[in-house]
């Protein structure tokens, strides 16, 4: 689980240096050790390794494809607080009391959230084992605000052991990387710096972006349709007049003076052209008012109170540079270190494998946008993985002002104009308001809504395929240990962000589409591999559901997917007849779906 402000740190294989006895775990993790094993104690930990590279996506990341060239450029994270400062001064050496330390009593998940509130800000453990600050995320994806971090103590220390004539224990390679001696460490770099796109790949501008800041619906009459390609086929001129149809039926809702959200609903379901998409999102949240009429003043005013909100919430220290100067507000320290400090960490490395996501102007403006929403919801606060669910938002409505629909590369925002900018930014933070305040008990303290979905899958995965329930309880398989990061960041590091915008298609054409509809998703997800699920043990199911193989999914498998979820949702929702015979507890689980 995802903590609020200070995030939990993965199982280090440091961890496995100090053994301890728990033979009576009921832990599906845990194997008991050799009884003649020798107790291994911890040693002087070279700072230049990087400890525990278990990447979720590692595939994805493509890091040989990055710049590494330091990037000085970006703004520093502010000074974390107290406590964390204390377990980043010494981690080079472990802690002498880790001889003694004793593993805490196993809790099971349930127990786990509800009775300990506040373990997420618990240091203790962490300077007992002497753990790597932010060295990656929940879901395993490394951290370059650690690696900046990491790069600049190694070069101390590099300096002072030269000067000394001290080897060390790292190799050098042409382009300056630094490799271990080890191979059970990942490669240290340097924090990746900003990518430059080149200028044959420059996206163009639209002419008339000042329309369309104004009104989305100017974009209506910009629209280019598709040509048919000479010597196409029959098949090719009629997805090409589909297509056009279809374009076409969308302008005709969309420049009503009043807009039938219903009939909006009805032809989103199956997908929105991306031409017309960002206006459709913007009306299905309710954003945007149905009445031409209002639609100017309402951005108008939306806009300025999300600008004046981020003046505010980076200024209110007095002195501090405002965000529009693309600084940050790194050093103001009227900002909720905590909350930033988090936020500073999960943006870079944020869909890493996607150029535009490099771009110093997105990861300001994304910084920004999760700021100004977590100051605004205290109660839960900055949670990782919502840091996915903005970027469906921001990359749809940037695309809006831009010719090219193509904007994943050759794309740096900021070479575009500041009210762009500000209007994408504004924008994308009022629709993840709307999608969060659907779902927002799925990060608040304990994550009761994350709970009661995995209950929910559970069950619902028994009465669609009970053959593969009973293979995963047989193999000891809890539906928590994969499927709370299906709930939590909505399949996002399951598929690419393009069929996330496709599949949000859907959801935002149904009324409940993110809090219910998404089960019924995950539930065909996780059906449609029950042919190789049923045949792997325990640790064969954890890898394959931790990495399944949707690299190469089109837009054709995402419908697929969501048209067995819809026969899922006909046949299961609301009917009492298939909670008949179950106990009681766990119908109850089911009472908000099914």
Request: hydrophobic fraction near 35%; charge should be neutral.
């Amino acid at each position: 689980m995802f903590s609020s402000s200070s995030s939990g740190k993965k199982a280090s294989p440091q961890q496995e240096m100090v053994q301890v006895d728990r033979s009576d775990s009921g832990s599906p993790f845990w194997r008991a050790p050799q009884k003649d094993a020798p107790l291994k104690k911890t040693t002087t930990r070279d700072s230049a390794k990087v400890v525990g590279a278990a990447y979720s996506h590692a595939d994805m990341l493509k890091f040989d494809s990055l710049n590494l060239s330091n990037a000085g450029s970006r703004p520093r994270t502010p000074p974390p607080s107290n406590s964390a400062l204390g377990r980043t001064t010494s981690n080079s050496t472990a802690s002498p009391h880790i001889k003694g330390v004793t593993s805490p009593p196993f809790q099971n998940y349930m127990n786990f959230i509800t009775s300990t509130n506040e373990d997420w800000a618990a240091d203790d453990a962490d300077d007992v084992y002497a753990y790597e600050d932010d060295g990656d995320d929940d879901f395993g994806l490394p951290s370059l605000s650690s690696m900046k971090r990491r790069s600049r103590r190694i070069a101390a220390q590099t300096e002072q052991g030269t000067s000394r004539g001290t080897a060390t224990n790292t190799l050098t390679d042409s382009t300056g990387r630094r490799y271990s001696d080890s191979a059970d460490i990942a490669i240290e770099r340097p924090a990746s710096a900003y990518p430059m796109p080149k200028k044959t790949e420059g996206k163009i501008l639209r002419p008339q972006y000042r329309d369309i800041l104004r009104d989305p619906a100017n974009a209506l009459h910009l629209i280019n349709h598709p040509s048919v390609p000479p010597n196409a086929s029959q098949k090719e001129i009629d997805a090409v007049n589909s297509r056009i149809t279809r374009i076409n039926k969308f302008k005709k809702i969309l420049q009503a003076s009043t807009i039938p959200l219903n009939d909006l609903r009805a032809l989103a379901w199956s997908g929105v052209p991306e031409e017309v998409r960002a206006m459709t999102w913007q009306l299905l949240l309710s954003y945007l008012p149905t009445s031409s009429e209002r639609r100017v003043a309402t951005l108008e005013r939306k806009r300025k109170e999300y600008l004046d909100g981020v003046r505010q919430a980076f200024e209110r220290a007095g002195g501090a540079p405002p965000p529009s100067t693309g600084k940050g507000g790194g050093g103001n320290r009227g900002l909720d270190e905590a909350i930033w400090h988090q936020i500073s960490i999960d943006v870079p490395r944020t869909n890493p494998h996607i150029e535009l996501y490099g771009y110093e102007a997105t990861q300001r403006s994304l910084e920004r946008i999760l700021y100004v929403w977590a100051v605004r919801h205290p109660a839960s606060g900055y949670v990782q993985g919502i840091n996915d669910l903005v970027t469906p938002f921001w990359q749809v409505f940037l695309g809006t002002y831009i010719t090219d629909p193509d904007i994943e590369s050759g794309m740096d925002p900021g070479q575009l104009p500041r009210a762009v900018l500000d209007a994408v930014e504004a924008d994308t933070f009022w629709c993840l308001t709307k999608l969060l305040d659907g779902i927002q008990d799925h990060y608040i303290v304990a994550q009761p809504g994350i709970q009661r979905q995995v209950a929910a899958l559970r069950d619902l995965t028994q009465r669609i395929d009970a053959g593969l329930a009973k293979h995963l309880e047989e193999e000891n398989v809890e539906f928590i240990q994969f499927s709370f990061r299906w709930m939590n960041c909505l399949l996002m590091r399951e598929i690419s962000v393009k069929n996330t915008i496709r599949m949000w298609d859907t959801y935002m054409a149904e009324e409940q589409g993110f809090s219910e509809f998404h089960l019924y998703v995950c539930a065909a997800f996780l059906v449609k591999w029950s042919d190789k699920l049923v045949k792997m043990d325990f640790q064969e199911i954890m890898m394959f559901l931790q990495s399944l193989p949707t690299r190469e999914w089109t837009e054709k498998d995402i419908e697929l997917l969501l048209s067995e979820a819809y026969i899922w949702q006909s046949l299961f929702k609301g009917s009492s007849a298939h909670l008949k015979g179950q106990p009681s507890s766990r119908a109850n689980s089911l009472n908000f779906q099914l």
